[in-house]
């Protein structure tokens, strides 16, 4: 199988992720904090009795909110697996919700959501207890 090909596009606070060529997600900083991610997702959908692939037929959007004051020992560890998001801010964030989309009429409807919260207290160095770390 051909090898899948991520290319990366900056335009101010906003990163667009192209994946062969499509856009596929795009991330919004505000005030150095990762705010938002909106997913495209593409698939096969008849047109006219005929089945046509590379079209959009829904959306994740990725919402992150409750940012704290203190450090982000994960900022720019993109190479971390399952911190890649965590990766684009400078502080952590505390609330998470996950929007599902479907793409009807050439409209996104909400399908479905879920939150998460994340309660983390801090060590006496003001660091997050998300992390484990060395002095």
Known sequence: TPAIVFTYEYLNNTVIEKKDGNSFRTFTITNGNLTNVEQINYGYVKIENVWVGNQII???????????????????????????FNAFSNNNYRK????????????????????LDFNFGYDSNNISNLFEYKN
């Open 58 to 84: 829904g959306k994740k959007e990725y919402v992150f909110s409750d940012y704290d004051n203190t450090e982000n020992l994960l900022k720019g560890k993109f190479y971390i697996n399952g911190a890649f």
């Open 96 to 115: 998470m919700v996950i929007n599902y989309y479907a793409f009807v009429n050439n409209q996104y409807v909400l399908n479905d959501y879920s939150t």
